[in-house]
């Protein structure tokens, strides 16, 4: 049982943060789209990023931040503009946006980190920034996690937020967290992005550790199409407000936090995944008896990240077949022999051999899971067993409908 329970809040759960949206008139919709995520004292800070070679400014501008300081007071978040393939223009303004902010906030531009979000190429509007930064400052409350959230959005239908606490020293531990994102989804660190805060004691190298595993087993392991965006970013803030003993060193405290950065990541990965374009269910696989938890993991999400497994969800279609070819491909080794295959609850295939199954009742399956979307009963449950081996893997993603062409035949139009 989960050593920890599920609060409100969000990214303002933890203490020491406040957080804001606004619009700054950044989005032509003229929806919410300038958020800022604040802490009241200096936080540790660690990031993953999106492994493109087309990288936003504000991507090469965090990674640099982090490397020269492993500590930041404010997060900010436009929406509208990816600033990505913007030139050395696009890498000014993010300069200029970051020491905006630190002197409305009277803070070192060096304790901003920035994020962004929107169509590639497209600079930020600048003037509607620079107005919109007092104006965000302003807002800032213990209980602006809502407001934050829905102002990082672009073409989700929801907004994503979570947090949890825990007792480390008799005292509680918080994590909370929000994230975007429906489409360009498979991370390697989608347009994804998520903001985690925490008011635990911990040092920048463990963070930063922690971080790194926890999106392993989370963001870079959901798919809606295949597409990893110039902007994927994870940005983690812990301040030490708990006022428990600090965390320096591997063991159980250590053990206890970093499974409830990955929950907190997990269900905001799965959010995202939930929230694809155009998805009408959630699809989760489970790999198991591979010969480590990442050859588990990449199999799983090989499946889950298939068009025509994707697309036979969609139609209802319980094609085993698909699964099975996936699994195949997904470069890890292993005996056609040992391969199992379910869906939900039908046994399809094994030992590498068809099984008779009730394809009404099964398909039945697929379109309950279609009727059951954000009420967390529109899951549909992939388990692959590989062999005898220890390494299990979890990957998410959704089904393919003709909405997600729609969406982005007409993006930018």
């Not at 000014?92 to 590639?120: H, K, P, R």
């Not at 889950?304 to 094609?319: E, H, M, T, Y």
């Amino acid at each position: 049982m989960a050593d920890w329970q599920k609060i409100t809040g969000g990214i303002t759960a933890p203490r020491g943060y406040q957080a804001a949206g606004i619009t700054a008139g950044l989005k032509p919709s003229g929806l919410p789209d300038l958020a800022l995520i604040f802490s009241e004292v200096e936080a540790i800070a660690a990031g993953v990023f999106t492994t493109s070679q087309v990288k936003a400014a504000c991507v090469e501008y965090c990674r640099q931040r982090l490397q020269a300081k492993h500590s930041a007071r404010a997060i900010l978040c436009n929406a509208g503009q990816a600033n990505a393939a913007t030139g050395t223009q696009g890498y000014l303004d993010t300069l200029e946006s970051a020491m905006a902010l630190g002197q409305a906030l009277n803070i070192s531009s060096e304790s901003v980190l920035l994020a962004s979000t929107g169509v590639i190429g497209q600079s930020i509007k600048m003037d509607a920034l620079r107005s919109g930064i007092p104006k965000v400052v302003a807002a800032l409350s213990e209980t602006g996690s809502d407001a934050a959230a829905g102002a990082i959005i672009t073409t989700d239908l929801v907004t994503k937020s979570i947090a949890l606490e825990t007792t480390m020293g008799e005292r509680p531990v918080r994590i909370g967290g929000i994230a975007k994102g429906s489409g360009m989804i498979h991370p390697n660190m989608a347009t994804m992005l998520a903001f985690v805060t925490c008011d635990a004691v911990v040092s920048p190298h463990l963070w930063q550790q922690m971080l790194a595993r926890a999106a392993d087993r989370s963001f870079n392991s959901i798919t809606v199409d295949g597409d990893t965006s110039t902007n994927d970013s994870l940005i983690a803030l812990a301040n030490g407000q708990s006022r428990t003993p600090a965390i320096i060193e591997w063991g159980a405290e250590a053990e206890k936090l970093e499974a409830m950065l990955t929950a907190v990541c997990q269900h905001l990965a799965k959010a995202i995944a939930r929230d694809g374009e155009g998805a009408t269910c959630l699809i989760e696989v489970e790999v198991t008896g591979a010969h480590d938890e990442i050859s588990a993991r990449q199999i799983a999400k090989t499946i889950v990240g298939s068009s025509l497994v994707k697309s036979a969800i969609f139609g209802r279609d319980p094609n085993w077949g698909r699964i099975a070819a996936a699994a195949g491909r997904a470069g890890v080794p292993f005996e056609q022999d040992n391969l199992q295959i379910k869906l939900g609850n039908f046994l399809m295939l094994e030992n590498g051999q068809p099984l008779q199954f009730d394809r009404t009742a099964a398909s039945a399956y697929l379109k309950k899971a279609a009727t059951g979307a954000y009420l967390q009963e529109d899951t549909v449950l992939i388990s692959v067993n590989v062999g005898n081996g220890h390494g299990v893997g979890k990957a998410w993603g959704c089904d393919l409908s003709y909405d997600y062409v729609r969406i982005n035949a007409e993006y930018t139009t």
